[in-house]
């Protein structure tokens, strides 16, 4: 293809297109010490080194690809732009901006490569990775106007109405503090999101209980409680009635209740992890209880809520209680030896940071979580949000998947610092004994009940071999008693599969396998949504039909208001 190429800019490239006149020299002693001639010193402070036959055989390839390019621009011949990023005509129409993609592309590739010859411990490795992927998204030609020839296009497209917009959309952005993934005003909660009818039928300072009314005649007799994530709202569960988590358990003939977090305020500021242990999951399931008569419940912890879920159920089996028919885990850590990309923010010295500013007392803010786990795909979550909002001036289109994204919670600072240190930094939760909850030594193999163990095979949040170490941690010595399932795709799409929509996969094996890879090889893999698996193994465990109950709540628990309460409308500030 022939590009449109001034002749300045072909005897510009036309310098570069012989390595012979870089007048650089052939060998860069040091790796790049010429450079940054401290930096080799630098390095050893933090028992960091560079393999230097490595680095300079990168040095020398990255001075032929770059003088191939310059040849290939100065001929015009079109390079290569393989950054999904630059797929749009204007990238390839011009000389120009077509070398600046390919040069940057070229460059990406080099940093990366160069961060991969460091030698150091492997988590000081993984955060030179990361911090260099950073900067390699954020340097993209794509993310600045000047360099970004697609967004120069609508400007003229539009007569200047695409930068007046964007610069709109950016100035209300900084208002709110966030970027826009979503039209944010699309959505309400309880009017098109979290719409599955019930009411509140219990709530303390850290949590409201909803009850689902039911939409089935009869009901299985033992109940379901779920007790979503802390760090997010437990809408994810209930976006839409066709891909609603809820709905559909209650369609299957369960009598549901659902844990609502309450948004950590000033009041909440010394709320500990004992306190969302004893008077947050211990008190739902003791209320579950006494509602639906039944000494035995089905219990459903998604992510952080399946730690504080079972975490909760081993202090009450340590005291003899036995309040479990089955438990069902969603993507959940209870080994946190693989803690994925999030790791790059866990360490000795971040952790004491955090913990003298909000450890006694503070809250840790929701913006901060949005802005860490952004961070951890900043392409899909904040670089391509930046183009296409401020670049171009497109308005966000509604999606309620990002609209509950962006409604981010607090947590108390004590809690926080509790559960990032002896969960993520110490992995104390594996150890029978080590920890002390509401006053009991936490053993997770006292657990004793059905387990249903799900584990999404994209996650980067939680890697699905951490999720499969739970099955060594619950029921010990009884393989049978715990079923793992493996589904496609990540995080939250992994487990937002509803059935109707046939999409994806997910994988079984029944037998016992040794470690995770060993599962894997022996499972079989069937198409369309887990949860008709869940459902079977959840109805399995429910007891028998009754007839369902006329209203929500029981006498000594009224209904206070309906679903979805006060306490998930609450916004962050």
Same mark, same amino acid.
Request: aromatic share 10%; proline share 6%; net charge negative.
């Given at each position: 293809?022939?590009m449109?190429?001034?002749?300045?800019?072909?005897?510009?490239?036309?310098?570069?297109?012989?390595?012979?006149?870089?007048?650089?020299?052939?060998?860069?002693?040091?790796?790049?010490?010429?450079?940054?001639?401290?930096?080799?010193?630098?390095?050893?402070?933090?028992?960091?080194?560079?393999?230097q036959?490595?680095?300079?055989?990168?040095?020398q390839?990255y001075?032929e690809?770059?003088?191939?390019?310059?040849?290939d621009?100065?001929?015009a011949?079109?390079?290569?732009?393989?950054?999904k990023?630059?797929?749009?005509?204007?990238?390839?129409s011009?000389?120009?901006?077509?070398?600046?993609?390919?040069?940057?592309?070229?460059n990406?590739?080099?940093?990366?490569a160069?961060?991969e010859?460091?030698?150091?411990?492997?988590?000081?490795?993984?955060?030179?990775?990361?911090?260099?992927?950073?900067?390699?998204?954020?340097?993209?030609?794509?993310?600045?106007?000047?360099?970004n020839?697609?967004?120069?296009?609508?400007?003229?497209d539009?007569?200047?109405?695409?930068?007046?917009?964007?610069?709109?959309?950016?100035?209300a952005?900084m208002?709110?503090?966030h970027?826009?993934l979503?039209?944010?005003?699309?959505?309400?909660?309880?009017?098109?999101?979290?719409?599955?009818?019930?009411a509140?039928?219990?709530?303390n300072p850290?949590?409201?209980?909803?009850?689902?009314?039911?939409?089935t005649?009869?009901?299985?007799?033992?109940p379901?409680?779920?007790?979503?994530?802390?760090?997010?709202?437990?809408?994810?569960?209930d976006?839409?009635?066709?891909?609603?988590?809820?709905?559909?358990?209650?369609?299957?003939?369960?009598?549901?209740?659902?844990?609502?977090?309450r948004?950590?305020?000033?009041?909440?500021?010394q709320?500990?992890?004992?306190?969302?242990?004893?008077?947050?999951a211990?008190?739902a399931?003791?209320?579950?209880?006494?509602?639906?008569?039944?000494?035995?419940?089905?219990?459903?912890?998604?992510?952080v809520?399946?730690?504080i879920?079972?975490?909760?159920?081993?202090?009450?089996?340590?005291?003899?209680?036995?309040?479990?028919?089955s438990?069902?885990?969603?993507?959940?850590?209870?080994?946190?030896?693989?803690v994925?990309?999030?790791d790059?923010?866990?360490?000795?010295?971040?952790?004491?940071?955090?913990?003298?500013?909000?450890g006694?007392?503070?809250?840790?803010?929701?913006?901060?979580?949005s802005?860490?786990?952004s961070?951890?795909? @900043?392409? /899909? =979550? %904040?670089?391509?949000?930046?183009? *296409?909002?401020? #670049?171009? +001036?497109?308005?966000?289109? @509604?999606? /309620? =998947? %990002?609209?509950?994204?962006?409604d *981010?919670?607090? #947590?108390p +600072?004590?809690?926080?610092c509790?559960?990032?240190?002896?969960?993520?930094?110490?992995?104390?939760?594996?150890?029978?004994?080590?920890?002390?909850?509401?006053?009991?030594?936490?053993?997770?193999?006292?657990?004793?009940a059905?387990?249903?163990?799900?584990?999404?095979?994209?996650?980067?949040?939680?890697?699905w071999k951490s999720?499969?170490?739970?099955?060594s941690?619950?029921?010990?010595?009884?393989p049978k008693?715990?079923?793992?399932?493996?589904?496609?795709?990540?995080h939250?799409?992994?487990v937002?599969?509803p059935?109707?929509?046939?999409?994806?996969?997910?994988?079984?094996?029944?037998?016992?396998?040794?470690d995770a890879?060993s599962?894997?090889?022996?499972?079989e893999?069937?198409?369309?949504?887990?949860?008709g698996?869940?459902?079977?193994?959840?109805?399995?465990?429910?007891?028998?039909?009754?007839?369902?109950?006329?209203?929500?709540?029981?006498a000594?628990?009224?209904?206070?208001?309906?679903?979805?309460?006060?306490?998930?409308?609450?916004?962050?500030?």
């Amino acid at each position: 293809m022939s590009m449109d190429k001034p002749d300045y800019l072909a005897a510009w490239l036309s310098q570069y297109a012989d390595p012979q006149k870089w007048n650089l020299p052939v060998a860069m002693p040091s790796g790049i010490a010429p450079v940054v001639p401290d930096l080799e010193e630098t390095l050893k402070s933090f028992d960091i080194s560079l393999d230097q036959a490595q680095t300079l055989k990168l040095q020398q390839e990255y001075i032929e690809q770059y003088s191939a390019l310059c040849s290939d621009m100065a001929a015009a011949r079109e390079p290569a732009l393989t950054d999904k990023r630059f797929s749009a005509p204007a990238w390839h129409s011009s000389a120009y901006f077509a070398f600046q993609a390919a040069s940057y592309q070229l460059n990406a590739h080099f940093l990366n490569a160069m961060a991969e010859t460091v030698q150091a411990q492997p988590k000081v490795k993984q955060r030179i990775r990361f911090a260099v992927q950073q900067m390699v998204d954020a340097l993209s030609p794509a993310n600045f106007l000047a360099t970004n020839p697609d967004a120069q296009q609508k400007i003229i497209d539009t007569q200047g109405e695409s930068l007046t917009q964007g610069i709109t959309q950016m100035i209300a952005d900084m208002g709110k503090g966030h970027i826009s993934l979503t039209d944010e005003t699309a959505f309400e909660i309880g009017k098109n999101v979290a719409t599955t009818a019930g009411a509140v039928v219990f709530e303390n300072p850290l949590f409201q209980l909803i009850q689902y009314a039911p939409l089935t005649k009869t009901v299985h007799q033992k109940p379901l409680l779920i007790v979503p994530p802390c760090i997010n709202k437990f809408y994810i569960l209930d976006l839409q009635p066709q891909n609603s988590l809820v709905r559909y358990a209650v369609e299957q003939g369960h009598t549901v209740f659902l844990v609502s977090w309450r948004n950590a305020d000033a009041s909440l500021e010394q709320a500990t992890w004992d306190d969302y242990i004893s008077k947050a999951a211990i008190e739902a399931i003791h209320v579950v209880q006494n509602i639906s008569g039944q000494a035995q419940i089905n219990a459903l912890g998604f992510c952080v809520g399946g730690t504080i879920l079972s975490c909760a159920l081993a202090a009450l089996y340590a005291r003899g209680e036995k309040p479990l028919a089955s438990l069902t885990l969603l993507t959940a850590f209870l080994d946190f030896s693989d803690v994925g990309a999030i790791d790059v923010y866990i360490d000795e010295m971040q952790l004491a940071m955090r913990e003298q500013k909000i450890g006694q007392g503070g809250l840790m803010a929701g913006g901060d979580f949005s802005s860490a786990f952004s961070s951890l795909r @900043p392409n /899909d =979550l %904040l670089w391509n949000y930046v183009e *296409s909002n401020y #670049l171009k +001036g497109e308005a966000p289109t @509604p999606f /309620d =998947l %990002l609209y509950w994204n962006a409604d *981010s919670t607090n #947590l108390p +600072g004590p809690m926080f610092c509790y559960y990032l240190r002896q969960m993520y930094l110490e992995n104390a939760l594996k150890t029978p004994n080590r920890l002390t909850m509401t006053g009991e030594s936490i053993d997770l193999r006292k657990i004793d009940a059905p387990c249903f163990i799900y584990a999404s095979r994209e996650d980067h949040i939680v890697p699905w071999k951490s999720a499969y170490a739970s099955t060594s941690l619950l029921n010990p010595g009884k393989p049978k008693k715990n079923r793992f399932v493996l589904g496609a795709s990540g995080h939250i799409a992994g487990v937002i599969n509803p059935p109707p929509k046939n999409k994806r996969c997910y994988w079984i094996n029944e037998a016992p396998a040794a470690d995770a890879e060993s599962w894997l090889a022996g499972a079989e893999e069937h198409p369309g949504s887990w949860w008709g698996a869940w459902s079977e193994f959840l109805s399995g465990h429910a007891g028998k039909m009754v007839a369902a109950p006329r209203k929500p709540g029981a006498a000594a628990y009224p209904a206070i208001e309906s679903a979805p309460g006060r306490y998930v409308k609450v916004r962050a500030v």
